[in-house]
């Protein structure tokens, strides 16, 4: 088993749309739909803001999607707002780290 | 509402022990999964392990056992993370997470608000 990985930074301006993608392996991501995504504002909870791949927790707004494509998952934010500069992490409780190592968004 | 409320601070010296709590209200703890993830300085979330709230099994992370032990007091609905034998390198900050998924995928819908732990002579 490998760790998943991300990107350490993406950067988009307001009302753009970024996409942070996860990359794993046959043995997780690309073998099950397993996938999470977690916003987290330095200083407060971690968020749940997408599971099962594409599916958002009730509150969680239709900006934030997920889609996975072979051994790759992606969280897409569309219509930036300053609010959403924070850190992703995507998860799969199959990886061997269950969390990867987290994206810094800035909202320029 | 589902909340979850972590016990305050704490400043410990090396090879002192820490236990930090987690009080489950507006659901019933028995009901999920609960989870422990750590954040150190600088670092991204960390995943511990989590506790089945039904029979008090613990199910430790690599790099986590040994030194690391999740109790339950049901009674009070809360969860509890001790860890013994403290070293620098364990201070972080510490949640408590419940589990949305009943079949242990790890989906942490709620989370407490963190417990920073401090390991300094």
């Known amino acids: 088993q490998s760790a998943l990985t991300q990107p350490a930074s993406v950067s988009g301006s307001p009302g753009q749309s970024i996409t942070i993608a996860c990359t794993g392996t046959s043995s997780d991501i690309g073998s099950y739909n397993d996938v999470s995504w977690y916003q987290h504002h330095p200083g407060r909870a971690p968020r749940l803001i997408i599971y099962d791949v594409s599916s958002r927790p009730s509150g969680v707004p239709d900006r934030f999607s997920g889609s996975k494509s072979g051994n790759t998952a992606s969280l897409t934010i569309s219509g930036l707002q300053a609010d959403d500069e924070a850190d992703y992490y995507c998860s799969s409780y199959i990886s061997v780290s269950v969390f990867a190592g987290g994206t810094k968004l800035t909202v320029l | 509402q589902v909340q979850l409320v972590q016990s305050g601070s704490e400043l410990k010296k090396p090879g002192a022990s820490v236990k930090v709590s987690c009080k489950a209200s507006?659901?019933?703890?028995?009901?999920?999964?609960m989870n422990w993830v750590r954040q150190a300085p600088g670092q991204g979330l960390e995943w511990m392990g989590w506790?089945?709230?039904?029979?008090?099994?613990?199910m430790y992370a690599r790099g986590f056992t040994g030194r690391f032990v999740f109790s339950l007091d049901t009674s009070v609905s809360t969860a509890y993370l001790q860890i013994n034998s403290l070293q620098a390198e364990d201070t972080a900050v510490y949640y408590c997470?419940?589990?949305?998924?009943?079949?242990?995928?790890?989906?942490?819908?709620?989370w407490g608000q963190g417990t920073l732990v401090t390991v300094s002579s």
């Open positions: 507006g659901y019933t703890l028995s009901a999920s999964a």
């Open positions: 997470a419940r589990d949305l998924s009943s079949i242990g995928q790890i989906y942490l819908d709620s």
């Open positions: 506790i089945n709230t039904k029979n008090g099994n613990p």
